[in-house]
C-alpha cells in the first residue's frame, strides 16, 4: 500500500483485497482490485494529485457492481476508455470514432 494512502483507503484496501481472495482471485490479482478501487475512490474524491477524466467522470466501482462484466448487456471498456487507449498508441482520427471503431482500430 502506498504512503500517501490515509487509515481509512488502507482499511478500504485490505477490505476489497480480502473479499477478492474470498471469491477466489489470487493474491496477486486481489491486490490489483483493491488498489484499483482505492485509487479511483481517491480520484473521484479529490484526494490524488492526478486523475483520468474517465476515473472522475466514471461511476464508482461500488456502484457499478460488475455492471461490465457477464453476459447480458454491453460489455468491456467504455468509449472513453478506448479513447484513452487509442491516444496512448497515437491512432489518427479516434475522436471521430464510435465505441465500435475505436475496438477494431485497437484489435479488439
Not at 502506498?2 to 477478492?20: L, M, T
Not at 474524491?45 to 454491453?74: C, F, H, I, L, W
Not at 496512448?88 to 470514432?97: E, L, V
Amino acid at each position: 500500500m502506498p504512503q500517501a494512502w490515509s487509515k481509512k483507503r488502507e482499511r478500504q484496501y485490505e477490505h476489497i483485497k480480502e473479499s477478492a481472495e474470498d471469491r477466489g482471485a489470487s493474491e496477486r490479482r486481489a491486490k490489483e482490485i483493491a488498489s484499483r478501487t482505492v485509487n479511483k475512490n481517491r480520484a473521484q474524491s479529490g484526494e490524488s494529485k492526478t486523475a483520468s477524466r474517465s476515473s472522475v467522470k466514471d461511476k464508482s466501482p461500488q456502484q457499478r457492481g460488475g455492471q461490465r462484466s457477464g453476459k447480458n448487456g454491453p460489455k468491456g471498456p467504455t468509449r472513453d476508455q478506448l479513447y484513452n487507449e487509442a491516444r496512448q498508441r497515437g491512432i489518427k482520427g479516434r475522436s471521430k470514432m464510435t465505441k465500435k471503431q475505436l475496438e477494431r482500430a485497437l484489435g479488439r
